[in-house]
């Protein structure tokens, strides 16, 4: 009996994060992007924080990488949706250094 509800919550386990990512999937190709679920984080406020200080350095890094920039505007120009979030927050489209896509199906847009 106690091996039957180890394999339940076993494959439970295995099974959720891959239900999460298929849902953060969907919810990104309905176009349900808005200013509500973008967050902006500018880089500078990742600086010396020990917890966020190898993202600091990597933001730091493409921040300064013609190639990095170039992708990142490349990524929001092929969402019009995200685009409009932004400028709806007053966001200037050149300092975005990366978009990452939240579990929940939100942006995160790295700014310089």
């Known amino acids: 009996m106690n091996k039957t509800i180890t394999i339940a ?25 808005t200013a509500d679920n973008v967050s902006v984080v500018q880089i500078s406020t990742l600086e010396g924080a020990d917890a966020n200080s190898t993202e600091f350095e990597r933001l730091d890094i493409l921040s300064k990488d013609p190639a990095a920039l170039e992708k990142a505007q490349t990524d929001l120009q092929s969402d019009p949706a995200l685009v409009q979030a ?12 990366e978009v990452q896509t939240a579990a929940d199906g939100g942006k995160i847009v790295y700014v310089k």
């Not at 919550?9 to 992007?33: F, K, W």
């Not at 932004?86 to 250094?97: G, P, T």
């Open 9 to 33: 919550l076993a494959s439970l386990l295995a099974v959720s994060p891959v239900a999460g990512t298929v849902y953060a999937q969907d919810a990104m190709s309905t176009g349900s992007i």
């Open 86 to 97: 932004l400028a709806s927050k007053n966001v200037q489209l050149n300092n975005v250094v």
